[in-house]
């Protein structure tokens, strides 16, 4: 355990053992600790960018989590007993922190994010993960296929990475490893030759508390400069510190400058690969020289730490970018390598299927920078994945309202998350080509514009699209992030009857995902619309067992299977496993009203499907897609006009873009317009 972490540790006991005094606070904590408030405050913050206050609030919230799930209290007995004033105010700090209210752990609704990831205070490593509970059915879903893949649109990754050295150390398990020289006084002013070497001391010292980093030390680089003869700094060059880093087997070598202009102090420093002596980064703060006020040693401090901190953070932050696939060469929307850290673990939660967790770390990260649009992204995909879709919409309509706040990549982005909830496919387009405009080798644009063209049938034009994004992906040597680039694409081979290009992508998606429930679907497809029934049988006795061990209920398995005879030119198989599914949930409304589409939908009985879609409309008056159902099946009895108002009245209830709603209606205009 480093310095640091001890550090850290002891000053969680000393909160621990006075938890329930809601007057403990940085004055109390300083004393505890033995350091002035100053130091203290000096400390946490260049450890974990973190006030005083903040970590005390921080350690009493973990605390409490753990109460909350382990004893058996009331949310306000466990907010006075962890040191909070009111619960009311208890209550806003924990939904701030965690992204749900406390009485949701108490209902087990949610548990804890230590249980999978690193703790934010104690670092505790991730353990076996226990078995998730999926519904396969939605895995197959249009609004699941459409917004599951911001999570590999959102990855990105910096410009400065286009050297192979720091490319293949990144994507590697090792630290990123540092060298920083002394800087030069470029002033002709000797009173800033101190700080030449002074600045290289606060640098190493703040880089090294970063994990990530391997930092070499200035006792070694002293040492080497030494050696060659190297007594005036001023004298160092760019390839003797090039040689330098080399021997000091640095991956990346820092160095800089110290300019004075009039009343300006200017620190330059630059980021250069040691291989290709590349610059990557360049830094530059700048301050204020004033004949009264602060001395110059104040301010140059100042500078400093400011410069430590914004170098700190984009390394940490790269480096933290290992965890997350290739694409986009865009910087993140934040410059928190905490709030960054959450963000990371809850696209894992999120590539996992766990909305919940994934949620959690999202609103974490929106916690701590609440303009990381980034993670705001991510969380209405996180709500709008498992259906609660009012909640994402209120989050893309919260980007929305921030987007001249955002650089162009992420603007044209958010315009694009705007479009698929409330504009027309042809916009949605519209954007996507925008950011291919700006890059032409993003695979997710590619599958993104793809996935929207099989969305509105027009299958001939997906194909290139959703061809190119695994062309990049190949290209890379990687497989994609996904499993619905094969699924879209096999999708679309199979509606234009490509079905040898369809069996041999099938081919390559089991070795990229094996045993993938939306690959054993087509799979099946596939095999029963040739006759295979023995070959079907297996790939579907398959798909059951893995749904069952995801913990699939048997009505959902049956839907599932519904979709699968029915994509297969079975509707009679299709019908038996929808009707079994309304045997087993015959109160539920939206079970009737998944077999009165089908029977709409494929022409099997119109009338038995509207007496269904009634049922479920007494129980629910408003539900949009009862509604769109009811239409669609007036518009095939031929009662364009009334189809007409429900429609309508289904697209002024949805709470965002529905593709399927948006066919029917268009068809239905057709169709008035024609009579």
Not at 170 to 197: G, K, L
Not at 631 to 638: D, F, H, M, N
Request: proline share 5%.
């Amino acid at each position: 355990m480093t310095s640091d972490q001890v550090f850290i540790r002891r000053l969680t006991e000393i909160i621990l053992e006075n938890l329930g005094n809601e007057n403990f606070g940085v004055k109390e904590l300083a004393q505890e600790s033995g350091l002035s408030r100053y130091s203290l405050g000096r400390k946490l913050h260049s450890i974990c960018k973190k006030t005083v206050n903040k970590f005390i609030r921080e350690v009493r919230l973990q605390r409490s989590l753990e109460m909350l799930q382990n004893e058996s209290l009331t949310a306000s007995e466990v907010a006075y007993q962890v040191g909070f004033h009111s619960p009311t105010y208890f209550n806003k700090c924990f939904r701030e922190f965690y992204g749900f209210p406390p009485g949701k752990v108490k209902e087990g609704a949610y548990k804890s994010p230590d249980t999978y990831f690193p703790s934010p205070i104690s670092g505790k490593q991730e353990p076996q993960r226990p078995t998730r509970r999926v519904n396969v059915r939605i895995i197959s879903g249009l609004l699941f296929l459409i917004l599951v893949t911001i999570i590999v649109v959102f990855s990105y990754y910096p410009e400065f990475f286009k050297g192979n050295t720091l490319e293949k150390l990144r994507s590697s398990e090792a630290r990123m490893s540092i060298a920083i020289m002394p800087f030069q006084n470029m002033t002709h002013d000797t009173i800033w030759n101190i700080w030449q070497e002074g600045i290289q001391g606060c640098l190493i010292s703040s880089l090294s508390n970063a994990p990530e980093l391997i930092v070499r030390q200035k006792e070694t680089i002293t040492a080497l400069l030494q050696a060659k003869g190297l007594s005036e700094l001023a004298s160092i060059s760019p390839d003797l510190v090039g040689t330098i880093s080399k021997k000091l087997d640095a991956s990346i070598f820092i160095c800089g400058s110290i300019i004075e202009s009039g009343s300006t102090l200017r620190v330059d420093a630059q980021l250069t690969d040691t291989q290709t002596k590349e610059v990557y980064k360049s830094f530059q703060i700048e301050g204020t020289l004033k004949e009264e006020g602060p001395l110059k040693d104040d301010i140059i401090l100042s500078m400093i730490d400011s410069l430590s901190a914004e170098v700190k953070s984009f390394l940490v932050i790269s480096k933290l970018k290992k965890d997350i696939s290739k694409d986009h060469p865009t910087e993140p929307t934040t410059i928190s390598p905490e709030a960054y850290r959450y963000f990371i673990y809850g696209n894992k939660a999120f590539s996992k299927l766990d909305w919940p967790l994934a949620r959690t770390w999202y609103s974490q990260a929106l916690a701590i920078d609440s303009n990381f649009f980034d993670a705001a992204i991510q969380l209405s995909a996180a709500y709008a994945n498992p259906g609660m879709v009012e909640q994402s919409v209120q989050w893309v309509l919260w980007l929305y309202n921030k987007r001249n706040l955002m650089p162009v990549v992420t603007k044209i982005w958010t315009n694009w998350v705007y479009a698929i909830n409330f504009e027309s496919p042809s916009e949605q387009i519209k954007y996507l080509r925008q950011l291919l405009d700006i890059d032409d080798q993003s695979p997710d644009v590619y599958f993104l514009i793809g996935q929207t063209y099989n969305s509105l049938n027009q299958y001939d034009k997906a194909i290139p699209e959703l061809e190119k994004s695994l062309e990049i992906f190949h290209k890379w040597d990687s497989k994609p992030f996904w499993v619905v680039n094969y699924f879209q694409l096999g999708l679309a081979y199979y509606k234009t009857g490509k079905y040898k290009k369809e069996k041999k992508l099938y081919r390559k998606a089991e070795k990229d995902f094996p045993d993938d429930p939306p690959v054993l679907m087509r799979q099946a497809i596939l095999a029963l619309s040739h006759g295979h029934t023995r070959e079907a049988s297996g790939y579907l006795n398959k798909f059951i067992s893995i749904s069952k061990e995801y913990s699939s209920s048997e009505t959902d398995i049956l839907e599932s299977l519904a979709y699968v005879y029915t994509e297969a030119g079975i509707p009679d198989k299709a019908e038996e496993c929808y009707r079994k599914a309304l045997s087993l949930e015959p109160e539920k409304p939206d079970r009737m009203n998944h077999l009165a589409l089908f029977l709409i939908d494929q022409d099997r009985n119109v009338i038995e499907g509207l007496r269904l879609v009634d049922r479920a409309l007494e129980l629910s008056p408003d539900n949009f897609e009862y509604l769109d159902t009811k239409g669609w099946g007036l518009y095939k009895q031929g009662n364009y006009k009334e189809a007409l108002e429900l429609l309508e009245r289904s697209w002024d209830l949805k709470p965002a873009f529905i593709f399927d709603l948006y066919l029917h209606l268009e068809e239905v205009k057709k169709a008035t317009g024609n009579r």
